[in-house]
């Protein structure tokens, strides 16, 4: 079970053309999700944050759907961009935006930019929350997921493997 972690910066990657990497799933999570990524010095496995549990949980499914996974964070809105942008070269993102899917109108715009599929994750059901509330970039989505905890990121997982299993039918024919 591995994740690979991104940099957090990433430069645009417009006009290049890079491999596909289609069973490779971009696990993208915006403002706010950077906090306890670290384990603490003399701790052991069973002492991960809940963070470290979920990425570890989500790598390990990863693993066994035959899927790699590639990791970024940012708590910067043009980062996540850029990595929106470079996803083009994965099967599908699974991207935890936080409060910007609220109000984040450029996150739209990539999302819809890029042809690779992306699932909004959301562990808490914000719609109990505040009825106000509405994600601008579900409509450009494959799928959004809200409420549902932790398992979230595997119900995502599942419907990128859906989806790229999807691409390789098309692609062969």
């Not at 890079?18 to 696990?27: C, I, K, S």
């Not at 961009?81 to 450029?106: D, E, K, T």
């Not at 890029?114 to 719609?127: D, G, L």
Request: with cysteine; glycine share 6%; proline share 5%.
């Amino acid at each position: 079970m591995t994740i690979t972690w991104l940099p957090e910066v990433v430069q645009p990657i417009d006009g290049v053309k890079n491999t596909p990497q289609l069973d490779t799933v971009l696990l993208l999570r915006g403002a706010g999700h950077n906090l306890a990524q670290e384990i603490p010095e003399g701790t052991n496995d069973a002492d991960l944050t809940p963070v470290q549990a979920i990425e570890r949980d989500t790598a390990v499914f990863a693993e066994s759907l035959g899927l790699k996974l590639v990791a970024a964070q940012s708590n910067i809105e043009g980062n996540l961009i850029n990595h929106l942008h470079a996803a083009r070269q994965y099967g599908a993102v699974v991207f935890s935006p936080g409060a910007y899917c609220f109000s984040s109108w450029s996150l739209y715009d990539a999302v819809a930019a890029i042809k690779t599929p992306v699932i909004e994750v959301h562990i808490n059901n914000w719609h109990a929350k505040n009825d106000n509330r509405k994600s601008v970039m579900a409509a450009v989505c494959a799928g959004v997921i809200v409420g549902c905890g932790p398992v979230g990121y595997q119900m995502a997982l599942l419907r990128a493997k859906e989806l790229i299993d999807e691409k390789k039918r098309e692609t062969k024919h």
